[in-house]
C-alpha cells in the first residue's frame, strides 16, 4: 500500500515515446511542475498530452513543447504561449481545442468508466460540424481536421456526442497526500488535478506535504489513492505566477 517513489525519475521510468498524459493545473495553478521537469530530462518525445492549457514558454508543459517532445495536445485554451502558436502554424503541432467544460466532463468520464456522453455544448459550431483544423503542413495548409460528430435531441435540445478521455499516464500536484494515495488540493487548485487523477491509468502525484495513513480526514479527500500508484513527495516545488499585475 506504500505508493511512496524516491524521486520523480524514478516515478516516471516507464514512460516510453509515444505515451499519453493527462497533467492537471490551470494556467500555472496547480500544475505538477517537478514531474515535468523530471519528464523534461528523461528525454521521452512524441507526448501526447491532455491538459486545460499547455504552460506558458518557459515553465510548465510549455518547457516540453519548447524542446519538441509533444506531437499533439487536447486542451481549452492556448493564449499564454507564442512556442505554441509558432509550432502549430508551421505544422509541427497537432492541437485539439474542446470546450473547457467538455474537456473536463471527458477527463471525468473516462475515471468513471463512461465511454461516451451528449452534451449541447458546441452544437451548431465546428465543435458538432467538423472542420477544426487539428493539424496544418508547412505551406500553411490544413492537413487533418476533426470529424463532424453525432447529434441526438433530447427534449426538444440538439447534443453531440462526446467520447471519454483515457489516457496512459495522469500527473498531478497535491498539497497533502499520504503513503496510500489520498490526496487534498489546495483551494484553486482543485481545478483540473481531480479530473486528471482519475482519467490516468497510472497516476503519479507529487505532494508538498507527506502524511501518515489515517492523518487525513476522509471527508476533506478530495482524490481517493484507490486512482493513485505513486507519490512523489516534493516539499520545495517551485510557484510562479503567469501574469504579475500592478498598479500604475
Not at 495553478?29 to 530530462?41: K, N, R, V
Request: charged fraction near 25%; aromatic fraction near 6%; glycine fraction near 12%.
Amino acid at each position: 500500500m506504500n505508493k511512496v517513489v524516491d524521486s520523480a525519475q524514478s516515478a516516471l521510468g516507464d514512460v516510453a515515446n509515444g505515451s499519453s498524459m493527462a497533467v492537471g493545473g490551470f494556467g500555472l495553478c496547480g500544475i505538477p511542475s517537478a514531474l515535468l521537469e523530471a519528464l523534461l530530462q528523461r528525454g521521452v518525445t512524441d507526448l501526447q498530452t491532455v491538459s486545460n492549457n499547455c504552460g506558458v514558454d518557459d515553465w510548465g508543459l510549455g518547457t516540453l513543447l519548447a524542446a519538441k517532445r509533444i506531437r499533439r495536445t487536447t486542451g481549452s485554451y492556448v493564449g499564454e504561449n507564442k512556442e505554441f502558436e509558432r509550432q502549430y502554424l508551421a505544422g509541427e503541432l497537432e492541437v485539439e481545442l474542446v470546450p473547457q467544460g467538455t474537456l473536463a466532463e471527458r477527463l471525468r468520464a473516462g475515471g468513471a468508466g463512461i465511454p461516451a456522453f451528449f452534451t449541447p455544448a458546441g452544437v451548431g459550431t465546428q465543435v458538432a460540424d467538423g472542420g477544426l483544423v487539428w493539424r496544418y503542413d508547412r505551406e500553411g495548409k490544413a492537413v487533418v481536421s476533426s470529424p463532424a460528430k453525432e447529434i441526438r435531441v433530447f427534449g426538444g435540445v440538439a447534443h453531440v456526442l462526446e467520447f471519454a478521455i483515457r489516457t496512459d499516464f495522469a500527473l498531478v500536484h497535491a498539497r497533502v497526500g499520504d503513503r496510500h494515495g489520498n490526496l487534498i488540493y489546495e483551494e484553486s487548485a482543485q481545478n483540473f488535478n481531480p479530473l486528471c487523477a482519475v482519467a490516468g491509468r497510472i497516476t503519479v502525484a507529487e505532494v508538498e506535504e507527506l502524511v501518515e495513513p489515517g492523518e487525513l480526514d476522509p471527508r476533506c479527500v478530495h482524490t481517493p489513492g484507490i486512482f493513485v500508484q505513486r507519490v512523489v513527495h516534493t516539499p520545495y516545488v517551485e510557484k510562479r505566477i503567469e501574469r504579475r499585475t500592478v498598479r500604475s
